[in-house]
């Protein structure tokens, strides 16, 4: 079946501040063919460790522009994607087309193309809720995780910021991206948070912003749900690799509450980093985020 997508102009993609990274393509996905998928590729494609960035609604890639240097100090490879919908990648234009498996299935893919080993996953917002359910899938490719404002969507709201932030973007099917970042992060600057609106040149491009808050898995029918309760329980009694938590206190969707039920589901998760001037966007303070992980693991940076 042919899905409709429009895919956004390079030219909205030009002299991004902080962002000086070169695009990847793959049109050739199994059972998404002519559908178009970016993700940035930096670092060797040897490297011994791979680290797999995934953000959530309503940003892209750009949202690990703090930490990706961070990472590459040590001499791996990162692989940031950006989810259809979003970014680089194309944008379906039915809202139907948008749903958990569609997502999850696509990223499953993408993992097996680039052949990933060793990865470590990073995650936060549906980066986290769509990404928590990759490893049991892989266990093999999966040996690390670091983790930021997120949640397993199990069939419950995560409380009333969530349902708060439903209604919110509901009522606004044009969203002003740009206004949101700097409204939820203010220490952004215009060009930063324009730099989030970039992909959404106007509102025929944001099916995905306008679906992703109404696929949560709130009710115990919805889609996902039996996927996530599944990878709650492999987390909690399977999972032997490493990880680290950091959240962002100033958060009122997914804050310390959620983060503190995710923490009791993490076997061996350590007490967690908390940055109290952080809201959702816990990336735009990556960098140290990025470092103090590195350091918990005794991830040094590679020699030169």
Same mark, same amino acid.
């Given at each position: 079946? +042919?899905?409709?997508?429009?895919?956004?102009?390079?030219?909205?993609?030009?002299?991004?501040?902080?962002?000086?990274?070169?695009?990847?393509?793959?049109? *050739?996905?199994?059972?998404?063919?002519?559908?178009?998928?970016?993700?940035?590729?930096?670092?060797?494609?040897?490297?011994?460790?791979?680290?797999?960035?995934?953000?959530?609604?309503? +940003?892209?890639?750009?949202?690990?522009?703090?930490?990706?240097?961070?990472?590459?100090? +040590?001499?791996?490879?990162?692989?940031?994607?950006?989810?259809?919908?979003?970014?680089?990648?194309?944008?379906?234009? *039915?809202?139907?087309?948008?749903?958990?498996?569609?997502?999850? +299935?696509?990223?499953?893919?993408?993992?097996?193309?680039? *052949?990933?080993?060793?990865?470590?996953?990073?995650?936060? *917002?549906?980066?986290?809720?769509?990404?928590?359910?990759?490893?049991?899938?892989?266990?093999?490719?999966?040996?690390?995780?670091?983790?930021?404002?997120?949640?397993?969507?199990?069939? =419950?709201?995560?409380?009333?910021?969530?349902?708060?932030?439903?209604?919110?973007?509901?009522?606004?099917?044009?969203?002003?991206?740009? =206004?949101?970042?700097?409204?939820?992060?203010?220490?952004?600057?215009?060009?930063?948070?324009?730099?989030?609106?970039?992909?959404?040149?106007?509102?025929?491009?944001?099916?995905?912003?306008?679906?992703?808050?109404?696929?949560?898995?709130?009710?115990?029918?919805?889609?996902?749900?039996?996927?996530?309760?599944?990878?709650?329980?492999?987390?909690?009694?399977?999972?032997?690799?490493?990880?680290?938590?950091?959240?962002?206190?100033?958060d009122p969707v997914l804050g310390q509450p959620s983060m503190s039920a995710l923490h009791q589901l993490i076997r061996n998760c350590p007490p967690p980093m908390v940055i109290e001037q952080a809201g959702h966007f816990v990336q735009e303070w990556g960098e140290d985020v990025a470092r103090?992980?590195?350091?918990?693991?005794?991830?040094?940076?590679?020699?030169?």
């Amino acid at each position: 079946m +042919t899905i409709k997508a429009l895919r956004t102009s390079d030219k909205y993609f030009e002299a991004l501040p902080g962002f000086d990274f070169k695009p990847n393509y793959t049109t *050739d996905l199994p059972d998404y063919e002519g559908l178009r998928v970016h993700y940035l590729d930096e670092g060797p494609p040897d490297a011994r460790r791979v680290f797999l960035c995934l953000h959530g609604q309503p +940003t892209w890639s750009y949202l690990y522009r703090k930490m990706i240097p961070v990472f590459l100090e +040590t001499g791996a490879r990162v692989i940031c994607p950006d989810w259809l919908g979003f970014g680089r990648s194309d944008k379906p234009v *039915d809202g139907n087309s948008y749903s958990f498996h569609f997502h999850r +299935t696509m990223m499953l893919a993408l993992i097996e193309q680039l *052949d990933l080993q060793n990865i470590t996953l990073v995650c936060q *917002d549906w980066g986290g809720i769509i990404g928590l359910t990759l490893p049991m899938a892989l266990e093999d490719r999966f040996d690390r995780l670091l983790v930021m404002n997120t949640t397993l969507a199990t069939g =419950a709201s995560p409380g009333p910021g969530f349902d708060a932030w439903r209604a919110f973007c509901k009522s606004r099917p044009d969203l002003d991206v740009a =206004a949101l970042m700097l409204r939820g992060t203010p220490i952004l600057d215009e060009a930063e948070a324009a730099a989030y609106a970039a992909p959404f040149p106007d509102i025929t491009y944001k099916a995905g912003v306008r679906r992703f808050p109404e696929m949560v898995m709130t009710a115990p029918d919805m889609e996902g749900v039996a996927t996530s309760k599944q990878a709650a329980n492999w987390w909690t009694h399977q999972w032997t690799g490493q990880s680290f938590m950091a959240i962002g206190a100033a958060d009122p969707v997914l804050g310390q509450p959620s983060m503190s039920a995710l923490h009791q589901l993490i076997r061996n998760c350590p007490p967690p980093m908390v940055i109290e001037q952080a809201g959702h966007f816990v990336q735009e303070w990556g960098e140290d985020v990025a470092r103090q992980a590195l350091n918990h693991w005794g991830d040094l940076p590679k020699q030169t």
